[in-house]
């Protein structure tokens, strides 16, 4: 069984060391945990037979099921091998109110370009790099999306007027013209450096077109230097009608997380700044 502490937060780290028991895993002694932002996961490195290192992961909810809790599964069984990911190796899920899901998976040896979802300093990627994440992109939007599974919600698109006020003064047209099979959360502690790995594969499936693009650049806002280069790389799926659309999307997904978690409360002034910049007329 795992437990609640007395605020009814579940016991992630208690969670994980389960998991460990019940996949007959081995965790070294002073493994260091690592929480996901909004304290939902808890993850960290293990051995399981025989002897391979794998990464295991933990998750709470509240209920089984839904997009989040499904995608990591789905994108084992749907996304082809040369979309390079951590290979789901095992899961195994337990409790009521809350309720866990571990998953255990593959090692990725190669570190993600930035400890948390935003930059404090241009990253040291080279062109090779930039190419094969375009690539890496491209491949993705050629797999079907699972039916029914979409990024965001028709009800949370025409609510970007709440947390962006100033679009609805400007009338724009908010219908997604385009819905592409996408990562949909595409941030720097989800992109190993060189050979490139994309991590974290609960939240794919269709997105408005452009936005994964649109995500790297919102959380490279804070370092000006690696948002031109977004900006420049990703130009064809940004400076268009349906990549202006994607931006005012994650920068209200930003503004909207200030209220809940520091690292977001920190880029919430540059994707407001951002979002007028998207709305002067050209």
């Not at 990725?108 to 979802?117: E, I, L, M, R, Y």
């Not at 090779?128 to 079907?144: E, G, I």
């Not at 190993?192 to 499936?205: F, I, M």
Request: aromatic residues 6%.
């Amino acid at each position: 069984m795992t437990s609640s502490s007395p605020d009814n937060t579940p016991d992630l780290e208690q969670a994980w060391h389960h998991a460990v028991a019940a996949l007959d895993l081995a965790a070294p002694p002073d493994a260091p945990l690592h929480h996901g932002v909004g304290g939902r996961t808890l993850s960290g490195p293990v051995t399981h037979t025989p002897g391979d290192s794998a990464w295991l992961r933990v998750e709470s909810a509240t209920k089984a099921g839904g997009r989040m809790w499904e995608g990591n599964r789905l994108a084992e069984k749907a996304l082809p091998p040369h979309i390079r990911r951590p290979r789901l190796i095992a899961d195994y899920s337990w409790g009521h109110e809350p309720v866990f899901q571990a998953l255990l998976f593959s090692r990725v040896d190669t570190p993600s370009v930035s400890p948390t979802p935003d930059l404090q300093a241009p990253p040291t990627t080279g062109s090779a790099w930039w190419t094969d994440l375009r690539t890496m992109l491209h491949r993705l939007r050629q797999v079907p999306a699972p039916q029914g599974r979409r990024s965001h919600t028709p009800g949370y698109i025409e609510r970007i007027p709440h947390h962006l006020p100033e679009v609805a003064q400007a009338g724009v047209d908010l219908t997604v013209r385009s819905w592409v099979t996408s990562h949909a959360d595409l941030h720097w502690a989800n992109v190993t450096r060189d050979p490139l790995t994309l991590l974290d594969w609960e939240g794919w499936g269709a997105a408005p077109a452009g936005y994964d693009a649109a995500v790297l650049h919102a959380y490279s806002l804070a370092v000006p230097e690696t948002a031109a280069k977004v900006r420049e790389v990703f130009a064809d799926m940004l400076d268009n009608q349906d990549g202006r659309l994607a931006h005012l999307v994650i920068c209200a997904e930003i503004v909207q997380a200030a209220e809940r978690d520091p690292l977001h409360a920190r880029l919430a002034p540059y994707a407001r700044r951002f979002a007028s910049e998207v709305l002067t007329p050209q």
